[in-house]
């Protein structure tokens, strides 16, 4: 059988679907599925139209209030299991919640535009308000455009659309601080395993990490990889591990840095006798670890309400002036890091 028209994979179609068709924003869609008034005539015979040409079936008819509003914001996230993830989310559902609002996920398969465009077109079938991004955007496309162009959007990890305002921690800063931490031990340098290169997150944490380095005169080691995982960690440390003049090194997240510490155990170095270890983000188990993660702290609590603050503030006044928000990270020392015991 052949597709509909203005859909080229096997997912059911959804509204940005059924908006791309009609030549439409999905919250026209909306507004014409919700039968609420001022909607054009013609719009409307054209939104029905590509309605019945996609079969698009609603999932969630009655969602809006008789005063057009559904109080529901949304949330786009990727599917995993990374605690970071989740202690954003909660930060988000927490400030919705204080101020009168659901809040929905779409968690993407993957971060191409395909994965980040089912997620929008989820959320447009659940007449959200406003959505948070909180995945990267490596890439934009049209309908993501679209979608940010017609819907208030928040980014909280320093991507964004033409359109959407940001809210992110700066993460440049937060290996900065890592970095010099460690150089005020009197380690000659740091060496780095980083996240994934196509995070957003990641490359800002390399950048602030070389250039800390590249600022103070020393030499920038050859960086690792990982992915966020406590496996590639582990991986990584059984490389550091047998660098015998790695005495100082920098992980992008706490989880890569329990694989790191793990590695490095089982090669007989110690931490921080023999290794000083600094990681981002200072998730619960940071500080119950042995030993207990030297890290910069990610204030998950705190860019959860923030980017809730600035998505209502869109939504109530749609003209208004959009203005970036960096959030400062804190370090927090614990028994990981120690001053350099050279020879």
Not at 2 to 27: E, F, I, N, Y
Not at 132 to 140: C, R, S
Not at 266 to 280: A, I
């Amino acid at each position: 059988m052949a597709k509909p028209h203005g859909k080229s994979d096997d997912r059911p179609p959804g509204m940005l679907d059924v908006a791309r068709v009609a030549g439409v924003s999905a919250q026209t869609v909306s507004r014409v599925l919700s039968g609420r008034p001022h909607v054009q005539p013609q719009t409307r015979e054209r939104v029905l139209a590509a309605v019945e040409k996609l079969g698009y079936r609603r999932n969630n008819a009655a969602r809006v209030l008789s005063s057009g509003r559904s109080r529901t914001l949304g949330v786009v996230t990727l599917r995993t299991t990374f605690y970071s993830r989740a202690a954003l989310t909660a930060g988000i559902e927490n400030a919705a919640r204080a101020a009168g609002y659901e809040v929905t996920t779409a968690a993407a398969a993957s971060l191409d535009t395909s994965g980040i465009e089912a997620a929008l077109s989820r959320l447009a079938d659940q007449d959200v308000e406003g959505v948070i991004l909180a995945v990267p955007l490596i890439h934009t496309s049209a309908r993501i455009e679209q979608f940010t162009r017609t819907t208030p959007t928040i980014a909280v990890d320093g991507s964004r659309t033409d359109t959407t305002d940001v809210v992110a921690v700066d993460q440049a800063l937060a290996a900065r601080k890592a970095t010099q931490h460690l150089l005020d031990l009197g380690h000659e340098t740091v060496w780095h395993i980083a996240g994934p290169e196509h995070w957003l997150e990641a490359a800002r944490r390399r950048e602030g990490w070389r250039a800390t380095l590249e600022e103070a005169g020393r030499p920038v080691p050859p960086q690792l990889e990982g992915d966020w995982s406590p496996a590639s960690g582990y991986r990584n440390g059984l490389l550091l591990g047998r660098i015998p003049e790695a005495t100082a090194v920098f992980v992008a997240s706490d989880e890569m840095a329990f694989g790191v510490i793990r590695a490095l155990t089982e090669l007989g170095r110690r931490v921080p006798d023999d290794v000083s270890l600094v990681s981002v983000d200072d998730i619960d188990l940071a500080a119950y670890c042995t030993p207990p993660l030297t890290t910069v702290a990610q204030p998950f609590a705190r860019t959860g309400e923030l980017a809730v603050a600035h998505l209502l503030r869109h939504i109530n006044d749609p003209a208004g002036t959009i203005v970036p928000e960096s959030v400062e990270p804190r370090l927090v020392v614990r028994a990981s890091t120690a001053p350099y015991a050279g020879t």
